[in-house]
């Protein structure tokens, strides 16, 4: 007992069960869902196949998480009591019509798996059986599994493990029927003694599981990449040190020199007049700083919760809901740094620019997400979130998001001292010369882009396997020093790019820095195509539509988090180098 209310405890968000059970007490088991092998996320419900089903449908409330993950529960017709063995036993007859056959064979075709759920364990197989036989005459045969064959294993009072078994009984063959074909189902119980405790019950289900691991943790590559990256971060380092040095005796010498060094006096100095010119579209720019630093909160947040052991990793919907309900909660923070940094550079309109911030991720956001669920509510597949969490969902953005929001960007705009930049602006902009082509903006994003990508390259194949695939990747700690990686990488390239452009005398900084390493999700997003491609194996337009509409959001905060650190690494290093010129 003990035991249970320690993972009751750890497990805040969890919905975990830590059912005891005596002997020949009913176990309860749940259908779940049922879904094509490779495309993870497209889901039905078992029901919607031609099956026994109850004569009124009981489902079971769910989580939010759950309900994330296209989870549908409701009550089977097995009868399994605890610890009593149930030899072959009829569960009902199903009469075929045409279209149901055609439905099943479709379904097999495409290597449909089921779902059932037992004590919170989900127990997994296929509905049939492809038979592909001989070059001539080919042969392709489908066939029905119509017996299942229960395993579970117990530890005193608790369920420890369970498993499904197809291959007790010859399949069904679907081939050469005619309908109405009549079909028995059947199935059988069996539980096994075993000495691990409550605890081992998430390791047991790792070791043992239906779908396949493909993914080795490369270890050597995730340090070699480390490695690189550091020696990256340390050279840009070192060179900017030295060069900085260099300016500032050239230009702190020339002051008190005479005049005539001043027409060759090129670089950042001169600029000094205009490097602090706000930017156009201060209130978008002010928005997406805001965003970008309520995200970089929201992923830092996740990591560590996700770290502490939060989430149920068999559950990406844990995740998910945690995502969306922290997202609201930290509107406050995206309010409060817009709005500051609005205020800061002058701007008024700062009601226009609490609406902006709310609505810069959650618009696109909602966009995506309403075609996507109209596609999975027209296809019927429990993708599609139901009438009620959708409400759930609203009513969390508008009574919490939204005010929060405001609430922040009220407090940012009191909070606003001036700019204080450390040089005047003149009121006249100094013509900016042409660059060649490498110190372009295209050029810039190319390469900021690029190297924050390639620090976590390695790292993002196995997100996409957790994401799109059936992969759990649990070593979230590596994932929080990647994280770190990846915004230090872009700090200093950020701040390296920077430099070259001002010492080209070009003080359009601003946006600049936010679009130079925010491009990494540009590269990002062409790195999902090639994973959906090559490395994947889904079809269908409702799983396309899913990971391309989903991967499109989440390159876009990529953009919003790296711009954002990208840019303010800018600042400070902007700043830093005029407040150590010496001025006249
Ligand atoms: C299911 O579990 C039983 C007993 O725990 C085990 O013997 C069997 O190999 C498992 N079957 C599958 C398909 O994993």
Redesign the pocket.
Known sequence: MAVCHFFVVLAILNAVFCNEYSDNETVIMYVNKVGPYFNPHETYHYYQLPVCRPKKIEHKSLTLGEVLDGDRMALSMYSINYKSDVAIKELCRVTFQEDDLQLLRDAIEDLYYFEFVLDEIPIRGFIGHLEEGGFLPHTHKVFLWAHLSF???YNGKHII?????TKEKEPVNLDDVTAPLEVAFTYSV?W?S?DLKFEQRGQRMRD?RFFPKTLEIHWLSIINSMVLVFLLIGFVVIILTRVLKSDFARYNVEDEDSEELDQDDNGWKIIHTDVFRFPANKNLFCAILGVGMQFLTLATGIMLMAMLGLFNVHHHGQINSAGIILYAFTSCISGYVATNMYKKMGGEKWVWNINLTSALFAAPFFLVWALINSVAWAYGTTQALPVGTIILLMCLWMFVGYPLTVIGGIFGKNGANGFDAPCRTKNIAREIPAVPWYRSGFAHCLVGGFLPFSSISVELYYIFATLWGREQYTLYGILLIVFGILLSVTACISVALTYFQLSSEDYRWWWRSMFSAGSTGLFVFLYALFYYYKRSNMSGLLQTLEFFGYTILTCYVFFLMLGTVSFFASLSFVRYIYVNLKMD
């Open positions: 395993n579970i294993e493990y369970a498993n499904v078994s069996k096994h075993t043992n």
